[in-house]
């Protein structure tokens, strides 16, 4: 996030959210938009093609089709350029690009807009009035927008809105992606991306890359590597021939899963550590058991890019160990097993680690975002938000302030661009996935919880009263979805939170996992598969429906 939680929900006179179910899936930070709406009287609008709860509290509720979120908003800059409503001060003295911008969006009035979104002109001529008369405004977006062959694009698209706008840099703005998981802002930090070293250092820069190796005392490639949809396809067909698996439940949560069982039952040494035992663990050669977030010491790096330390509260449980110290004891003996021995001037080789702030002092020496960060300060109280490069720097709540970090910020012009795969005659309809507030990702974790379990205890498949009648599907009755790729069985849920046409289910449950359905096809640079698009048919399975 650009922004932070309270700068957004206290100084935004708008907030627009895209491809968030935020009050289900980020459920603190949309219990925050609400009281802005309701105590402050905050425009909101919300795009997403279901009737989602943050949907009752808009100002607009604009309903696109999957897959056409860029159309959306090429025709809302054209209605902003159209009326004199953009910013040009912001535009002439910290963009580039402009031109090819407006001559793309100029494409889209709201008649074509309207055209390809299924959203009604007036929809997108009053969103883009409240856009531009109740600045500054917050956008929110998450995996529905990312979750496409279209994602990076999307992305760009957002951020060429709020710069349109003048809303980057200022109090109550920001393009501000929600994280789906507690700590997976700390893991992009800290390099878990295959394009970059700690602190988003390109893996193709001599000078990081040498860096990295007078610190490591290692040969390191200068290719980037592989997305975890690219991995188990390379585990199955080559180069790959061992997968390490930590904290991940790919056997829920890839597209295609019955390619993906293939793909790791001819993997050739599967190893899988996690809390607990599940559906990747159960194929794996070795399981290796790790400790919960209350069993160690740390810190966590949360969607505003805040850095948080965690404290253990308990001993690891049973035979359990805290992940740190298993890769650190594996990373030792592989080292023992290698007849090359690090360089003696490398000073992080050895994986020599005595507490959490030896961790923290590497950190510092080869992450510039994170040099000032230090469990001293944490321990004080500071709120600290990288980048704060020097220990006297005081954190930066708010990016690009003055000035973009490349210098000034680049308009990207993009068009419309369908689906990989859109229904047709033999699947008519559309499904697109998500979560529900009552179950976290995979399910890893809350079918552990006896109330969660119960709140949610199968899966549901919402569809709409008109596609019900048509294909005799009953409220509470078993319906079978297939696409190209498998089918699965789940309840149905008659609901106007769908429109006709589409379907929505999720991949919380195992024997009901949408991801059987969904499409593999991957945006060709951030590589991330099209969740959210996929062509379904559907039938009654039997007639034992609720009244």
Known sequence: MTNSIQDITEESNCIFIIGSNTTEQHPVIGIKVRAAKRRRGTKLIVADPRHIDIADYADVHLQPEPGTDIALLNGLMHVIIREGWHDDTFIAERTEGFAALKETVERYPPEVASGI???????????????????????????????????????????????????????????????????????????????????????????????????????LSDEVGLTVTEMLDAADVGPIRCLYIIGENPMTSEPDLDHARHDLEETA????????????????????????????????????????????????????????????ELAKRLLALDVASPLPEAPYAAWDYSSVEDVMAEINALAPIYGGVSYGRLADGEQLQWPVPTEEHPGTPILHVGRFSRGVGRFAAVDHRPPAELPDEEYPLMLTTGCVLYHWHSGTLTHHAENLEAMYPEAKVEISPEDAREHGIAHGGRVRIASRRGEIVAKAEVTDRVPAGLIFATFHFEDSDVNYLTNSALDPVAKIPEFKVSAVKVAAVDGDAEE
């Not at 994280?179 to 295959?194: E, F």
Request: hydrophobic residues 40%; aromatic residues 6%; negative net charge.
């Open 117 to 219: 979104t299924g959203v009604p002109v007036e929809e997108i001529e009053e969103a883009a009035r409240l856009l531009a008369e109740n600045r500054p405004g917050a956008l929110l977006y998450c995996m529905g927008i990312t979750q496409h062959v279209t994602g990076v694009d999307n992305v760009m698209s957002v951020a060429n809105l709020q710069m349109l706008l003048g809303n980057v840099g200022v109090p109550g703005g920001g393009v501000n992606p929600l994280r789906g998981q507690n700590n997976v802002q700390g893991a992009c930090d800290m390099g878990s991306l295959p394009n970059v070293y700690a602190g988003y250092q390109s893996v193709t820069d001599p000078a990081v890359r040498e860096k990295f190796e007078r610190a490591w005392g290692v040969s």
């Open 269 to 328: 040494f599967l190893v899988h550590q996690d809390l607990f035992l599940n559906e990747t663990g159960r194929m794996a050669h070795v399981v290796l058991p790790a400790a919960s977030f209350a069993e160690k010491d740390g810190t966590f790096t949360n969607t505003e890019r805040r850095v948080q330390r965690v404290r253990q509260a308990i001993e690891p449980v049973g035979e359990s160990k805290n992940d740190a110290w298993i890769v650190t």
